[in-house]
Nanobody
Framework: QVHLVESGGGLVQAGGSLRLSCAASGRTNSIYAMAWFRQAPGKGREFVAGIRWSGGTPYYADSVKGRFTISRDNAKNTAYLQMSTLEPEDTAVYYC????????????????WGQGTQVTVSS
């Protein structure tokens, strides 16, 4: 079992930046990929960004390409989401997720989830 804890959310003005962190514990040597999802009020949870733990090209939703960057620090068992040029439409609860097997970046690919961290972007 992999346990995930997110941090770094908060309130920011449009155009600002935030960095989210996701610390993994437990069976971290079993992690194949990690991703960030988000859920805005009244909407379903959507994929934001993902990265394989071994490296390689990160994946991004079209809505965040060029503004968000996902990275990971294997030594710290932590994934990050650097968010820049934030827009009010980015307001959501952001969730970190981990998978122990190959992924296609669907929610169902991920078996471990964090509790979520709120990001609010004011206009």
């Amino acid at each position: 079992q992999v346990h995930l804890v997110e941090s770094g959310g908060g309130l920011v003005q449009a155009g600002g930046s935030l960095r989210l962190s996701c610390a993994a514990s437990g069976r971290t040597n079993s992690i194949y990929a990690m991703a960030w999802f988000r859920q805005a009020p009244g909407k379903g949870r959507e994929f934001v960004a993902g990265i394989r733990w071994s490296g390689g090209t990160p994946y991004y939703a079209d809505s965040v390409k060029g503004r968000f960057t996902i990275s990971r620090d294997n030594a710290k068992n932590t994934a990050y989401l650097q968010m820049s040029t934030l827009e009010p439409e980015d307001t959501a609860v952001y969730y970190c997720a981990a998978s122990r097997s190959r992924v296609s970046w669907y929610q169902s690919d991920f078996g471990s989830w964090g509790q979520g961290t709120q990001v609010t972007v004011s206009s």
